[in-house]
């Protein structure tokens, strides 16, 4: 059974937050949200560190809270393990584990909307 292709929107970026990537979001037929996106803020040595980066619309939020791994790239050049946690109310909120400063953190999210 076809049922077409979803229709993608622009990531939801807060106001400060920036992309060089290609981002967006979208839901397909069964209620799957995919969120594809790559974030640094507009300056350019500003930590991503317990920011929240973005709102997902209703319709596009979680039923519970959870977490998903990504990862970023720090201000020395090196890889950052991180993490996003997805809130119930559609923030989606950045933490890096025992990092320096992370510049660009990046993400490919799948989770099931809240019905």
Known sequence: MN???PQQYDFP???GYTTSRSTAYWKNAFNEVHVLFDVKKSGTSDDLQYDTIALLPEG???SVQFTLPIEGNKLNGTTAAGAVHIK??????LSFLNSGPVLEARGCLVFIAAQ
């Open 3 to 5: 049922r077409g292709t």
């Open 13 to 15: 970026f807060i106001s």
């Open 88 to 93: 119930t109310n559609g923030e989606l909120v």
């Open 60 to 62: 596009f939020r979680p």
